[in-house]
């Protein structure tokens, strides 16, 4: 994190300036998309969407963590101790834990409600022992812990010109939107830690199931009832982008090119496993460099023009989105 950053966020403690550097760089190393869309907002707000991802970070990675060999027992025992420390940190405002130092600062300094915090770590600690889920509202109860609570996280960082309730519901299902893509694009890679996220009466509709799954994963063949599960699931995950839309209006508008830069990212994610013909079992979709240059440019614009409104300049006549983005009401243009 730059020191411009912290100043403009008025962190002036070193440890904790500390805290937030060592957030950034998990942003940095493991949410390239997420990272890249932070960067549009104001400065002043980048070092608490740090701090909400490098604890979000921290804790997926101990749920799976592969490489170490860590049981399901020793995995829950770090979960517990991760629970007393944030704990601990929310009550106290500080940690000894940089994570844990720099989520609860932000945590303080955005009014954030703790019980998101609790909702997620109830999600972390099924993802320990629940390993399939038999229907989509069994899914989307998982999902409001592990994916909708980071959204409304989110909320009083980026701002709203409505009311907070109004426009939490959208941003709840923005964060499960990005979860469900998250989990299409990385079925196969799921499936090897143990976990199918495709709700069974999806695959059972179309034939598929996850014994099939697993011998498409281990033979690199495809098969037709996989593949149309699949698509399902991506037209799933086009709906709630749909209901997640209409809350980017909802949004301060210098918040708002980071969000629609995320929303445009993430959904580029769904058109490049279609792209590759739902072939997410055998190699991951990944969203083109380039194509991905063009949002952040287009994003830079936004925010430019953003500013000179609230400057009171109006529209710059050399400023103007550089992409249209089909998706997203023209509203929040």
Not at 66 to 74: D, F, I, N, W
Not at 142 to 167: C, F, N, W
Not at 221 to 226: A, E, N, S, T
Request: proline share 5%; with cysteine; glycine share 8%.
């Amino acid at each position: 994190m730059t020191d411009r950053e912290l100043d403009a966020a008025g962190v002036t403690d070193p440890a904790l300036r500390e805290a937030y550097h060592h957030c950034r760089g998990l942003n940095a190393r493991h949410g390239r998309t997420y990272f890249l869309a932070t960067r549009l907002l104001p400065v002043e707000r980048r070092p608490a969407v740090h701090a909400l991802y490098g604890f979000a970070r921290w804790a997926d990675d101990i749920v799976d963590a592969l490489g170490t060999g860590a049981g399901t027992a020793r995995r829950d025992a770090e979960l517990s101790a991760l629970q007393r420390q944030l704990d601990k940190g929310l009550r106290d405002g500080d940690s000894t834990e940089p994570v844990v130092r720099a989520v609860a600062d932000a945590a303080r300094r955005y009014g954030i409600d703790h019980g998101h915090f609790a909702d997620f770590m109830t999600a972390m600690r099924a993802d320990l022992v629940v390993t399939d889920y038999a229907d989509y509202a069994a899914l989307r109860r998982y999902m409001h812990g592990s994916a909708a609570v980071i959204g409304l996280q989110m909320l009083p960082v980026l701002g709203t010109v409505t009311s907070r309730e109004a426009a939490a519901p959208h941003a709840a299902a923005l964060g499960i939107a990005f979860q469900l893509t998250n989990f299409l694009r990385d079925v196969g890679e799921d499936l090897d830690r143990g976990r199918v996220y495709l709700p069974a009466d999806l695959l059972t509709a179309h034939g598929a199931h996850r014994a099939l799954l697993r011998w498409s994963r281990d033979t690199g063949r495809r098969d037709r009832r996989v593949t149309a599960a699949l698509r399902e699931f991506e037209a799933l995950a086009r709906g709630v982008y749909r209901e997640a839309a209409p809350g980017l209006a909802m949004l301060e508008p210098v918040s708002r090119p980071c969000v629609r830069a995320a929303f445009v990212l993430y959904g580029g994610i769904l058109d490049a496993v279609a792209r590759d013909g739902w072939s997410v079992l055998h190699r991951r979709a990944v969203v083109p460099r380039r194509q991905r240059a063009v949002v952040a440019a287009d994003g830079l614009a936004r925010v430019t023009a953003a500013r000179l409104r609230a400057r009171g300049g109006g529209r710059h006549p050399h400023v103007r989105p550089l992409v249209p983005c089909p998706p997203v009401p023209e509203e929040v243009a």
